[in-house]
């Protein structure tokens, strides 16, 4: 399984390198399913993976100068806060055992991945749907809604602390909608703002009482980071619309399958 792992490792570098997001929502079931960790600790090693790929990433794209730095600020600083929050203070406080519906007792690793199944549903519709709006926002320029970017930071950072993921299914509509940025500097800013906020959620878990395993954890992120390589080169073959619905309904069966194994049906 870990060989599978691997592999799916350099699968999570190339989604955010094709399509800005979605590598996240691998990150944590590969974690889990294929290298049998923890599903606490998994969301941190989520963190710091997707973080650090991610970064590679945005700064590929400030390079390409389609990177909103202005925008990444504003939206990151609430991000920041609710995500180190959650990883700090809220994620060490949920106990073992959270509840039980009939014969099913929920225990705290299986409603975090119950819970990351619901996110990857969102995700997975976000993915399919197609955003028409985007098209017409390609010229746009950058006009900040400010209450509801703060908003939309902050569910996101609380989100990034639950789960582990980077939110990039909603940071990119959140910055095309409500800041009015083109897609393609949506995407790049994007991945900047999940690189800070990721890495900085992790630092909430250090000095926690995770067992960080640092030679597995880096091996993994490199892989990653090579991912995001390849995935940059194939954008230049690869149709991304088609691509990033196809990724869609990967998700959604991914989700389907969370479900049924936590639940045992």
């Known amino acids: 399984m870990e060989i599978a792992g691997y592999i799916a490792s350099i699968l999570i570098g190339i989604s955010l390198g094709l399509i800005g997001g979605g590598g996240s929502i691998l990150t944590v079931p590969v974690l889990v399913y294929l290298f049998s960790v923890e599903p606490l600790l998994a969301t941190a090693y989520s963190l710091f993976i997707v973080g650090s790929t991610a970064l590679v990433g945005g700064i590929q794209n400030i390079i390409k100068k389609q990177v909103s730095l202005k925008t990444a600020l504003v ?17 060490p406080a949920i106990p073992e055992e959270l509840f039980t519906v009939g014969n099913i007792e929920i225990s705290r690793a299986s409603g975090i991945m119950l819970f990351f199944a619901i996110i990857m549903v969102a995700a997975s519709i976000s993915m ?10 390609e010229d746009c320029e950058p006009h900040f809604n400010l209450p509801m970017i703060l908003l939309e930071g902050t569910v996101v950072g609380m989100l990034t602390g639950i789960v582990g993921a ?77 691509l990033k619905a196809g990724f869609g309904w990967f998700v959604l069966i991914m989700a389907a399958y969370i479900i049924a194994k936590e639940l045992m049906i």
């Open 75 to 91: 939206f990151a600083i609430p991000s920041f806060v609710a995500v180190y929050l959650t990883r700090r203070y809220i994620m």
């Open 128 to 137: 399919i749907r197609d955003k028409r709006e985007d098209e017409e926002c």
């Open 166 to 242: 980077g939110g990039g299914f909603l940071i990119i509509p959140a910055l095309v909608l409500f800041a009015r940025v083109p897609m393609k500097i949506a995407v790049g800013t994007s991945l900047l703002i999940i690189a800070a906020k990721s890495l900085i959620g992790f630092l909430g878990d250090i000095g926690s009482e995770l067992p960080i395993d640092w030679r597995f954890l880096i091996t993994v992120t490199v892989i990653a980071i090579g991912g995001i390589f390849i995935g940059t080169y194939l954008t230049k073959f690869i149709n991304g619309k088609k």
